[in-house]
């Protein structure tokens, strides 16, 4: 517990001193969680992560450059960030060398006024446990499980709820505990566990992505940057644009693999799968007129410049540039003159 000696010395200097001996990188181990913290500036927000189902790795995976899920993304954003990774497949951050490593370090953090807590289902469990412990100002989370306490939340029926019943679902920490947080809960409707759990959060802003699932689905939308622009806005900004959220969703629903996920997702119901068409049919008639709009913004004549200006030399690169041109704006007489010259 390499950190909790630092702080405990370095809270006996001024805050000029202790701003002055940053920046501080390390790492611990707890048990079966790793650690890894780096403080640059005490004027900027301390983030706290936590990692999610899916990221399994083991003790004999750790090497001096790993980075627990999060890590990298927070010092891109220069904030200081302590994140979390647990080891080993079925870990609910119930050890208690952990616990007791995070009661300690609760005490040891004055400097830092304001703190921040980002966590993806099962990290998002531990940000919303920890939450009043550390003294969290604001969150963010990503379809976080709120407890596996099945007398708490008996609905929970995942497969995950059985295997975790092996821990400790009584004693501290093992529900919900927001304290002051505030912040952002962003989870699929559709999908019945998560919803219910989500509806266990009425203190923060709720944000709705119909069809994000969770889990596998988790990957898809990581694809597109979604999960990523949403967590560095809340951490230079410590909170969440909800009209550009709104139009990242929107612009998610013109991918035809959305509905394609949507649908398998929910092909047990014929009424949802109804549904699903007649919303997909109206998409694609806003695409379209989306399209079209955008089309009337783009200014091809760059594209056609550099065309007729290497034409002679290399005709079919011409050519390409051109074709490229039509298609941007495919009624543009000059663009179908030109390219019927050089065919």
């Not at 400097?111 to 940000?127: C, E, K, V, W």
């Not at 709120?146 to 975790?164: L, V």
């Not at 969770?214 to 694809?223: C, E, F, I, M, V």
């Not at 612009?251 to 109804?274: C, I, M, P, Q, V």
Request: glycine share 6%; no cysteine; hydrophobic share 40%.
């Amino acid at each position: 517990m390499k950190l909790l000696y630092w702080l405990d010395e370095w809270l006996t200097n001024s805050r000029s001193q202790q701003q002055a001996r940053l920046p501080m990188t390390g790492s611990d181990l707890l048990d079966d969680v790793f650690v890894k913290y780096e403080f640059v500036d005490l004027d900027k927000p301390l983030l706290f992560t936590f990692s999610p189902a899916g990221t399994n790795l083991k003790e004999q995976d750790l090497h001096e450059d790993y980075a627990p899920w999060g890590y990298h993304l927070a010092r891109k954003q220069d904030v200081n960030v302590i994140s979390f990774q647990h080891l080993g497949q079925s870990n609910w951050f119930r050890s208690r060398n952990l616990i007791f490593f995070l009661e300690q370090l609760s005490t040891l953090l004055e400097p830092f006024t304001y703190r921040l807590g980002y966590g993806l289902s099962r990290g998002g469990f531990a940000i919303g446990a920890f939450a009043n412990l550390l003294q969290l100002d604001q969150v963010l989370l990503f379809h976080p499980v709120s407890t596996k306490n099945q007398n708490i939340a008996p609905w929970d029926d995942r497969s995950s709820t059985e295997i975790a019943q092996k821990f400790d679902w009584e004693g501290d920490y093992h529900d919900l505990d927001l304290g002051k947080a505030k912040g952002y809960i962003i989870y699929d409707p559709t999908n019945r566990i998560d919803r219910l759990h989500a509806k266990r959060y009425p203190e923060l802003t709720h944000l709705r992505v119909f069809g994000m699932g969770h889990g596998t689905h988790a990957t898809y939308l990581n694809k597109f940057g979604f999960y990523k622009q949403v967590a560095v806005d809340f951490m230079r900004h410590q909170k969440v644009d909800i009209a550009q959220f709104r139009q990242q969703t929107k612009t998610l629903r013109f991918k035809e693999d959305y509905y394609k996920r949507l649908n398998k997702a929910n092909s047990s119901s014929e009424h949802r799968l109804g549904l699903l068409s007649k919303a997909h049919n109206i998409v694609v008639g806003e695409k379209e007129a989306h399209v079209q709009e955008h089309q009337a913004q783009i200014d091809v004549q760059p594209l056609i410049d550099i065309a007729l200006k290497h034409q002679d030399e290399h005709p079919k690169d011409a050519i390409q540039l051109l074709e490229m041109a039509q298609l941007l704006v495919p009624d543009d007489p000059l663009v179908e003159h030109k390219l019927k010259q050089l065919a």
